[in-house]
Structures are given as C-alpha cells and as structure tokens.
C-alpha cells in the first residue's frame, strides 16, 4: 500500500502543488506589575465583601438585639426628671381648688394626661407632622429615604416617635452616626410603649415657643384658654408652630402662622380628620390670641379671676401668678420657703437641691391660706389703711402680719406694707426678728409663773425694780421706778403693762423656767440659747421687758400665742397641707399633721387667757377688740418708741401685728398703738361674716372674788373686792385682816398691812406693830437674781429696753 503521507500527489499535466505551512505565533509575555495589580485588587475587594458581610452581620445583629432588647429610653424616668412646671393651688370658701402661682424656669411645662388632650390637637400634630403615625413601626422608611435624598441627614423626614426622641435626648445633631441611633431609638421606642403613650409624650414635651413646653402651657400663652377648650382652628394654630417656633409665633408673627395654620387644616381634611364643613368653620373661625385688642382676659378654669397671666424673672427664674394682679404674695413665698426647708429635712437634700426640686420638679404644692382673710390683710397694707400719710417721706414705716387659727394653720401672712414689688424679697413676718417689748411678758414671764404656781391672778407683787448693784431695776414707762411700799396684783400689773413686776416675779421664779418654756415648749427659732455666747438671751433684760438679742418675728408670736386660745397646746405653725409629685400620685411632704403638744396646763391656759382679755377690757389694749368677738391681747413697745407690737385672739383666729421701721428709728406721727390699729382693721374684716364662737371652757379653772387689798380670797369683811379667775389646784387662802401675806418682793417684811385703796398700785405699806415706823428697805433681796442682766445699771435708774404706756387711754375704732 502506497504511504500517501510521502507520495506527493500530481495533478494532470505533471505538475506537483506544495501545501502552505502556518506558523504559530508565540503566546505574549503578561507583565509582572499588572499581575501583581490585579491580585492586590481581587484580594482587596474579596476582602472588603468579606468585611462588608462580617460588619453587616454585626450591625444587623446590633440593631436586632438595639431594637428588640430591653428599653433604651424609659419615658417613665424622663417624665421623672424633666424640667416642669411647679403649681401652688389653695381652697376657696366652698373647698375648690385654685391656682395660686407658677413656678418655673426657662422651660414652662405643665403635663397632660392622653385622655384629657382633645382629639382635635392629635389630630392636627399627626395630620400635620406623621400622616402615616398609626401605621409604622417608629420609622417610616419612605419619607427618611426621601428625605435623605434630598437633603442629606439634615432633615431625613422624622416621625413623631422621632421628634420625641430628640425632644428627650436633646440630640439634634446632623451625623449620620445620629441619624442611625434616632432611627434604633424610634424604633425600640415602639416596641416597649403604645401610640397613645408616644403622642401624650410627644405632646407634653414639643418645645412650642415662648419657654413653653408641651400643648397645655401653650394653649394659655396663646390663647389664655385651657387646652381642653380649644377647637380644631386653634389647635391647627399650636400644631403649626412646631416646625419653627420663632418663625410661627402666633404672637408676633401671625400672617406666617396663619399661612401654616390652612395648610394643617387641608391636612385634617385630607386625612378625614374634618368634614368639610368642619374644616369651613375651622378657616372661617375667628382667631383671638392673648395679645388681641378684643382679648377679654383668661378662661382658665383654675384662676382665681379673669386676669391675664403676667411672668416676672428673678435670677433665671419666672413665675406665673394668679391671684394678686401678677405679683406674687408674701404667703406664697412663704410658703416656697417652708417647702424648701422641709424637703432638706425629710430627704436630707442641699439647699440647691431642694430649690430645684420646688422650681423644676413639676411638684403640686396645696397651700393652706384662707384666700378671705388674706385678702382682708392685703387690703390692708397694700393701701397702707390706718397708716400715717408718709407720702413724702424718704422712708416709709413699715409693717408685719401673722394670722393663725389654734391648729397651727397660717391662714394668713403679709410681710410688708404697700406695693409689693419683688419676687421672694424680705418677708419681715417671718424673716426680720425685732424686739418684741411688753409683749413678750405672757409667754416669758407670767404663763410659766402661773404652771409653776409662782402667782395666782391676785397675787400681790411689788412694783419696784431688783436690786442691781447700787440701784433697782427695771423702771416703767416715762422713768417711774414706782416705790418699795407699792404692791399691785397681778391681772393689774399685766393689763397696765408694768416693767418692774415680772422682774420681781423672774427673781422670785427663777430664769430657767422662762427660758425652757420659750425654746423647748414654744420653739422660738431666734433666741440665743447658748450660754456661752455674750449674747445669750437667758437674761432679765430679756425674759422681763423683751430687750432679746435678736428679738422674735411675728410668726413664732402667734404660734406662741395660740397656746391661751387652744388651752394650752403648742402646734408648728404649717403653710401647706400637701406636696405631691406632677400627677399627685406620691405624696412628698404633709403638712398639718403634727399632733400639738400640751406645754401649759389646760386651767394655766385658761387664766392667762382671761388675764389676757383684761388687757383689752381696761388695758393697754383697750379699743382694739375685734367687733363681737372675746379678745385677748397684749400690747409692746421698746425703748424709744422704735417697735410697736400688737398681739391677741378671738375664738377663731390668733394673730401678731409689728409696726416701726427697716432701720429702727423712734415712730413718730401716730396716736395710740397703730400695731392694735391694724389688727383690729385687718380682724373686723376677717370675723366680719362669721358666726359668734366662744372660746372653749378650760377645766381646772374657778371664779373667786378676791380681796383688792391683800390678793388672797375674799372674806366678808373684805370691803374692795373683785372678780378673779384660778386654777383649782391653786386657790389663794381666806384674806385675814386685809394684810398681805404671800406677797411677791424683794426686802419685805413677812406679813404687810396696807392701806385700804381700791387701786392695788397705789397701795402703801404698815408695819405690822404700828408704834414702829417701817424704813424703806435696803436690805439684801431674800431670793438673789439667778442671772445678771448683759449690763449692769448705774447708779441711776438705767432707760429700760421695753417701756409701755401705762395710762394708754382707750381709742375709739376707726
């Protein structure tokens, strides 16, 4: 067989055709950079996908566990510890709570329940802001991607759950990382809470304009109405103002509010929210904002009046009063104060703790002023009746009132005479102690001389000061010393306001009885009690005539007082009767609830009570008795006539009257005692419609006709006789000759036969063998002082701290 492979083959004519031959081409050389490129590039990018799926997994398992774990935000707590509004309320005359005062700092917030917020105003805020609120999960992921789109994170269409995120977090920054964390917020917000619980806090903490946080405070800045009362045309209003709240102001810019206020409202139609007629009347409403010419004053229900809301600052502070044309009173301050104190008490806080606590704790605060007598005292001292016309004067005098009932309720306070013109400036009723003169002497002196059996209602004591040193001391008023031969008893000397009997009584008793009665059993808050101080008040110039250190306020007065109208039980006086937390689910503090303390026996209580009434039947107090009622008083004024005091009670109400000037100066220009001038003006109008009241019968306590001469009981030969009031246990004996036997002085002979005089201070001593004429007595006291005055007298009879009018006449009443 023939190899075909090796036999060329010919064609017809012999010819023989080669076979063309290819060549291959050599395969190209890759360059060694770009290998190594483009490994480095499949490596980084297989890299980055496994990066990308490593993080991926990781966000999405963070935000899985961020959004679906426990709460991040608890709104509970938030609430809690917000900036909110404070509110003082008060009873009126048929137990109905009114709003007093506000107080809040920049931030006005006052919170409202979801049930209470109309569905007008929910309505407008969803329609306007989150149309699809009802709907999503927290986020809704179409307006964000929008909105990212559009404008980047600055805007990135947020929902309501969002805006309340922000509002509570105070975030408003613009990074993405933000944006992303809002969105994990929003979102574990939705889980953990309803949409009723997100609106109402949305609702309470939208920042609305004006330092008003939340629909409630801006319903009464705008629209001085209550946000219940408003309709859908002025909740479009307040919705509309969201967006820029300088740039909406229905106050200042009404046209651009206006603007915004018809596109809300085409929103609610929109939405279904309004019919069309609905929305007719709504566009159609007319508008009637706080600042209108056709404003008629406030509709909200808790004010006292119809008067518009006025705010005054006072170091960063505002408050919003509503019972005293805009100004706050002296009670409510007073109350502010006492709330404070108690708080660093109960709950052991700082001062600034306890002040933030009252102006930024959203507290409720129910005072327990009587909204009438108040108001009889500011009529008062607000027109500065009964005062002299000082009206060119460079200073005025000034004046301070307490009123209580025997509970130790303050009913009433006002802190100074005139115009009141600052927030928490100087309340003198219960910030500036003064010297409180004569009017001291019931609770220093005679009430604990009277527990302690020391003196009865006749007992005779000698009107003559101490020995003190070479000379005696104190003397009464207009120098007189009175005489070692003159004796009076004691319902005389208390109603003529005599300086020299209650020393010789403290010589008798002692001092420490005194002063324990003072600060243990009536808790007198200005006394120096310590001993070691130079200024200690355990002295006779204090507890006989008043001349203290310090001196007392008008306050610790009348508590004191109200100790003879209650028989004997000391109660702290209290402003408040409760503090509770915003929604008054908790109870902060109690006041009122202290149980009194008996300090004075209850038939001790009943005879200075009626040694009290004296004073003002044929006293010093004479004329200032309250119109129909029984009165009780005691009247005081220091050295130089630079202090007038006025304190007393009826069977309703105990109160303190002080009267003089800021920087002490003698009082000129008045006659009588204006102190009682202002009592009696300010407790006529108090008592003015209530019905007659007795004080309560005090046990233990007996009637006796006493003999004028000798004090003890009156025998039938007796012929100066009167009418005294005893405690059982503590009868005088059966009078025997007229002569005095358990008389109270210093170097006096056992038994003294006076003279027979119906005036007791007027009385002159007998020797008891009358051939043997009696010397003045020189001799050495029987009972020493057991504390030395802070200054020893001089040889002359020394000006005494407390002097008092002796023949006051009575005054007729204005």
């Not at 200690?536 to 203290?548: A, E, H, L, P, Q």
């Not at 202002?678 to 109008?685: H, Q, S």
Request: with cysteine; charged share 25%; aromatic share 10%.
């Amino acid at each position: 067989m023939q190899n075909r492979r090796s036999a060329p083959q010919t064609r017809a004519g012999g010819s023989v055709k080669k076979r063309a031959v290819r060549t291959r081409r050599k395969p190209r050389k890759e360059h060694p950079v770009l290998r190594t490129i483009g490994y480095v590039v499949f490596t980084l990018v297989a890299i980055c996908v496994v990066c990308g799926a490593v993080a991926g997994s990781y966000v999405y398992n963070f935000a899985d566990e961020y959004v679906n774990g426990g709460k991040v935000i608890d709104l509970e707590m938030y609430k809690a510890n917000q900036a909110q509004t404070s509110i003082i309320y008060a009873y009126d005359a048929n137990n109905q709570e009114v709003e007093l005062l506000r107080l809040h700092g920049a931030e006005n917030r006052v919170w409202i329940a979801y049930d209470d917020i109309p569905q007008d105003m929910i309505d407008a805020f969803r329609d306007l802001e989150d149309k699809r609120f009802e709907e999503h999960q927290g986020v809704d992921w179409t307006r964000t991607i929008l909105g990212v789109a559009k404008s980047g994170f600055e805007q990135g269409g947020s929902t309501i759950t969002q805006q309340l995120i922000k509002n509570l977090t105070g975030d408003n920054g613009r990074m993405a990382s933000r944006k992303f964390y809002e969105i994990l917020n929003a979102l574990n917000v939705e889980k953990h809470y309803h949409k009723k619980t997100i609106m109402e806090f949305y609702l309470n903490t939208v920042y609305l304009g004006n330092g008003c946080y939340g629909i409630k405070t801006a319903a009464e800045v705008y629209f001085g109405k209550d946000v219940e009362d408003l309709n859908a045309a002025e909740c479009a209003v307040i919705a509309s103002i969201t967006k820029a709240p300088a740039a909406y102001d229905p106050l200042t810019e009404p046209e651009d509010n206006r603007d915004r206020q018809l596109y809300c409202l085409s929103c609610m139609l929109e939405q279904g929210s309004l019919t069309q007629e609905e929305y007719d009347e709504a566009v159609d409403f007319e508008l009637i904002f706080t600042n209108s010419d056709n404003y008629k004053g406030s509709q909200v229900t808790e004010n006292i009046e119809d008067i518009e809301d006025k705010e005054y600052t006072e170091d960063d502070i505002k408050f919003t009063d509503t019972l005293d044309d805009g100004k706050s009173s002296y009670y409510v301050e007073y109350v502010i104060d006492d709330v404070i104190e108690d708080l660093m008490d109960e709950y052991d806080l700082t001062y600034n703790e306890a002040w933030k606590k009252v102006f930024f704790g959203g507290l409720r605060i129910y005072a327990a002023v009587d909204l009438d007598v108040q108001r009889s005292a500011e009529e008062v001292y607000v027109k500065r009746l009964t005062f002299p016309d000082e009206s060119g004067a460079e200073v005025q005098v000034q004046s301070a009132m307490t009123i209580m009932d025997y509970n130790g309720r303050v009913v009433a306070m006002v802190g100074g005479a005139g115009e009141k013109d600052t927030f928490r400036g100087l309340n003198r009723a219960s910030q500036s102690p003064r010297q409180p003169g004569s009017s001291i002497k019931p609770v220093s002196v005679y009430a604990p001389a009277i527990e302690n059996d020391t003196i009865t209602w006749s007992t005779m004591v000698q009107n003559y000061g101490i020995r003190m040193g070479s000379s005696r001391w104190p003397v009464n008023y207009g120098g007189n010393a009175g005489s070692p031969n003159s004796f009076t008893t004691v319902q005389y000397a208390i109603a003529q306001s005599y300086n020299t009997v209650p020393a010789q009584i403290v010589s008798e008793m002692g001092i420490d009885p005194c002063m324990d009665f003072l600060v243990k059993d009536l808790k007198f808050s200005t006394l120096v009690t310590d001993e070691d101080d130079p200024n200690y008040d355990g002295n006779f110039s204090s507890i006989c005539v008043g001349g203290m250190s310090e001196g007392v306020t008008t306050l610790d007065m009348t508590a004191a007082f109200a100790v003879f109208g209650n028989n004997g039980y000391y109660y702290e006086p209290y402003s408040y009767y409760k503090v509770t937390n915003n929604d008054g689910s908790e109870v902060l503090l109690e006041g009122g609830d202290e149980p009194g303390e008996q300090v004075l026996e209850e038939s001790s209580a009943g005879v200075m009570r009626q040694l009290l009434r004296t004073v003002v039947t044929g006293g010093t107090a004479g004329g200032y008795g309250v119109n129909g009622f029984e009165t009780f008083a005691k009247t005081g004024t220091t050295s130089d006539d630079k202090d007038r005091w006025f304190v007393g009670g009826t069977p309703y109400y105990v109160a303190a009257v002080w009267y003089g000037y800021d920087e002490p100066k003698p009082i000129r220009n008045t006659s009588g005692n204006p102190a009682g001038k202002i009592f009696k003006k300010v407790m006529d109008a108090a008592h003015e419609d209530l019905e007659y009241l007795s004080f309560p019968t005090a046990s233990g306590v007996v009637a006796r006709k006493y003999c004028k001469i000798s004090g003890d009981i009156a025998s039938a030969g007796c012929s100066s006789t009167g009418t005294g009031y005893y405690k059982s246990t503590n009868v005088p004996g059966r009078c025997k000759g007229c002569a005095i036997v358990n008389g109270i002085g210093q170097g006096i002979p056992d038994v003294i036969i006076p003279s027979t005089t119906e005036d007791p201070s007027a009385t002159t001593t007998k020797p008891t063998k009358p051939t043997k004429p009696t010397k003045p007595v020189t001799s050495k006291p029987t009972q020493a002082p057991t504390q030395a005055p802070t200054q020893a007298p001089s040889t002359t009879l020394p000006p005494v701290p407390d002097t008092e009018h002796v023949t006051e006449a009575p005054v007729v009443a204005d």
